[in-house]
């Protein structure tokens, strides 16, 4: 699911180790609705890959292709649907790879991202949780039927070339040179596949709470380990693991996480993204959090973006921002009116909306339901050009909560008028 890629990391570890000097933030910046429960992503080039699950067969899961090209409103370009269930997915080359819940693997010809296309498969037999590939070889995680390695030099006809049958395997595989990392529940195994054909255990270490998501970074692990937080483990010994060092935040419950420079990025099942510092793996400490109100769950991390999978709101596009940038952004004045989405979205009980002024106008930013009908007026006086944001708290003019649902909110400054949708749940 999340290849390891020494180039990438080469050019971003400078970024981020500057980064770490200062104070940072998680910013969102765009939002996709796939229509579905999106539960893995995978980035290549300027395309987001989105696995969409279902909960029975031929009830709408498959693959979404989304254009990230522009971050601020990425757009679906592509989609295949298919008969199972995607709960995972990664990319190499031409071709996506999607670990099908109930049909196995199944391998999506991607070189033209608007038609992609399935031109091969591999029933696992049992349920295919997760994926990721390596070289020539896909290494499929099956509940029922343990580690399966697919020979998909040929993606056509993917053949099985070798298998690990331990006690059930879960979600949760890295593989990185010649070592497999996979989850069985509790225990993070490391397994030799230098030899494809003969894979073998050469450690295991077993956690207190389940294991949902494993990254590898140098001579350590980081697993998700369900409401244990992140769980950080030396593994320059297979055969003599530690834990190091762990990171428990309140009503959090990880589900995934992906590690880049000094941050590891840590999703909860309970929703929402924390960014942890982990420069010293001893002492994790944390940076900032964003709250995303649905199960969040996979998430890669490309350049300064870091893009979320969730459950039933689609993929969402966060950035990575010193402070003390955005402070300066606020000192450089717009070029256009501009009304940007709130966030977060959907929220409970408060959300932001922000807006950009070129030249001093009357502004009028106001609620509305979807009848028309208006709930609160937030600002309605003369502003300077800038930047500005307010918040509001989900109540009417009276100060009574508004029930959830679909709100309308309006910005007009001067004779420009533009409105956007929110969500509203408590």
Request: charged share 15%; aromatic share 12%.
């Amino acid at each position: 699911m999340k290849r390891y890629n020494l180039i990438f990391i080469s050019l971003l570890i400078p970024v981020l180790q500057i980064l770490a000097q200062e104070n940072v933030k998680l910013q969102l910046v765009g939002r996709y609705d796939t229509k579905g429960y999106a539960r893995d992503v995978f980035v290549s080039g300027i395309y987001a890959y989105v696995a969409d699950e279902s909960f029975a067969p031929n009830q709408g899961g498959g693959l979404r292709v989304i254009d990230i090209s522009n971050p601020n409103s990425p757009i679906q370009v592509g989609s295949i649907d298919i008969s199972g269930s995607a709960e995972a997915v990664d990319v190499s080359g031409s071709y996506a790879f999607i670990a099908d819940w109930y049909y196995g693997l199944r391998v999506i010809d991607v070189s033209n991202p608007q038609t992609p296309n399935e031109i091969g498969n591999y029933d696992t037999k049992g349920n295919a949780a997760d994926i990721e590939v390596s070289g020539s070889f896909a290494y499929v995680t099956d509940t029922k039927y343990g580690l399966r390695i697919i020979d998909v030099s040929n993606p056509g006809t993917p053949q099985e070339t070798g298998y690990y049958y331990p006690p059930t395997l879960q979600r949760g595989i890295f593989i990185k040179g010649n070592y497999a990392y996979v989850n069985s529940g509790k225990t993070l195994r490391i397994l030799d596949v230098s030899d494809p054909t003969v894979p073998r255990e050469l450690g295991f270490y077993t956690t207190n709470y389940e294991i949902h998501g494993i990254f590898i970074y140098n001579n350590y692990a980081f697993l998700a380990n369900d409401v244990n937080g992140l769980l950080i483990l030396d593994i320059s010994n297979p055969v003599n693991i530690s834990v190091i060092g762990q990171y428990t935040p309140s009503s959090f419950s990880a589900f995934d996480v992906y590690v880049a420079g000094n941050y590891a990025y840590v999703t909860s099942s309970y929703g929402g993204l924390h960014l942890v510092d982990i420069s010293n793996p001893y002492s994790p400490k944390p940076v900032s959090a964003y709250t995303l109100y649905a199960p969040s769950w996979g998430v890669f991390v490309s350049v300064n973006y870091i893009y979320v999978a969730t459950h039933n709101l689609g993929l969402y596009i966060l950035k990575l921002e010193s402070i003390t940038d955005i402070e300066q952004d606020k000192n450089i004045l717009p070029q256009q009116i501009r009304l940007f989405q709130n966030y977060p979205n959907p929220f409970n009980p408060t959300t932001t909306i922000t807006y950009e002024l070129p030249r001093t106008c009357e502004v009028n930013v106001t609620i509305y339901n979807t009848l028309g009908q208006k709930i609160r007026t937030l600002v309605r006086k003369q502003q300077t050009a800038g930047r500005y944001e307010v918040m509001w708290d989900g109540r009417d003019e009276s100060g009574q909560e508004v029930a959830s649902g679909v709100y309308i909110y309006q910005l007009r400054a001067g004779e420009f008028v533009q409105t956007r949708k929110m969500i509203l749940m408590r």
